[in-house]
């Protein structure tokens, strides 16, 4: 090291190791932006897939919703309403008689 010291001076082996340094600063940097870079990739493929997710969820609800108008639309009628009376309420006519079955 002294053999070192004598050939290159106290100055050039100060300005070595603050190239080390500023070397070793850079690349710790380097390291971390690239960290970033690679978690927010992952941060977006993941957001992507949560969108299509929702984005099939809200399809689904459309057509159930679509559905349903379509199910009101029909119990708009007399007929209609006579078979949610007779469906969902278990209504029966004046001259019929409703006979239930167990299961």
Same mark, same amino acid.
């Given at each position: !090291?002294?053999?070192?010291?004598?050939? =290159?001076?106290?100055?050039?082996?100060?300005?070595?190791?603050?190239?080390?340094? +500023? !070397?070793?600063?850079?690349? =710790?940097? +380097?390291?971390?932006?690239?960290?970033?870079?690679? &978690?927010? +990739?992952?941060?977006?493929?993941? =957001?992507?897939?949560?969108?299509?997710?929702?984005?099939? &969820?809200?399809?689904?609800? /459309?057509?159930?919703?679509? /559905?349903?108008?379509?199910? =009101?639309?029909?119990?708009?009628?007399?007929?209609?309403? /006579?078979?949610?009376?007779?469906?969902?309420?278990?209504?029966?006519?004046?001259? /019929? +008689?409703?006979?239930?079955? &167990?299961?």
């Amino acid at each position: !090291m002294n053999s070192l010291k004598a050939k =290159l001076g106290p100055k050039t082996l100060r300005n070595i190791g603050k190239q080390v340094a +500023i !070397m070793a600063i850079t690349m =710790l940097a +380097i390291f971390q932006a690239g960290r970033s870079i690679s &978690g927010s +990739i992952d941060r977006q493929v993941y =957001l992507k897939h949560q969108a299509q997710v929702l984005a099939d &969820g809200q399809r689904q609800a /459309e057509e159930v919703n679509k /559905e349903l108008r379509d199910g =009101l639309s029909s119990y708009r009628s007399s007929q209609g309403m /006579e078979r949610l009376a007779r469906e969902r309420l278990n209504l029966a006519g004046p001259d /019929e +008689i409703i006979v239930r079955i &167990g299961k």
